[in-house]
Structure formats: structure tokens, C-alpha cells
């Protein structure tokens, strides 16, 4: 398991639904397209794996989970 844990801001509700969308609603300033959960998610599906977050102002939590295979 791989977990990562950020200090955010803040985060409104409406950001965290839609969260592992393509092009979904950025947190940061300037040029940023909300694009880094979803390419996550995209490769810990690939893996045949787990992705979970939690959210508990200011820290925003990811825990990533993958399937040993021998």
C-alpha cells in the first residue's frame, strides 16, 4: 500500500465528486486541468489495484492499493 497525504486549502464538495473525472475541477492557480487523480486512478485500475481517499481539511489523503503477483 502506498499512501500520500497532502495539506490542501480547502476543498469544496463539488470538487471531490468529481474527482477522478478527466478535466475535472483544479484546486491550484494558473493552468492546472484537474487531470491528477483521474491518470492515477487510470493506472491503478490497470493494475488491477485499489484507490481511496479521504478528506479531512487541510489533509487530503490517497491510498493506493495493488495486488502482489508473483
Known amino acids: 500500500m502506498l499512501i500520500c497525504e497532502n495539506s490542501t486549502p480547502g476543498m469544496e464538495p463539488k470538487v471531490l ?21 483521474y491518470i492515477i486512478q487510470k493506472l491503478v485500475k490497470s493494475a488491477f489495484g485499489r484507490l ?10 490517497l491510498e493506493i492499493k ?3 503477483q508473483k
Open 17 to 37: 465528486d468529481t474527482l477522478y473525472q478527466s478535466f475535472g475541477r483544479s484546486t491550484k492557480s494558473g493552468a492546472h486541468e484537474g487531470m491528477g487523480t
Open 66 to 68: 495493488i495486488p502482489f
Open 52 to 61: 481511496d481517499f479521504t478528506y479531512r481539511h487541510p489533509v487530503f489523503r
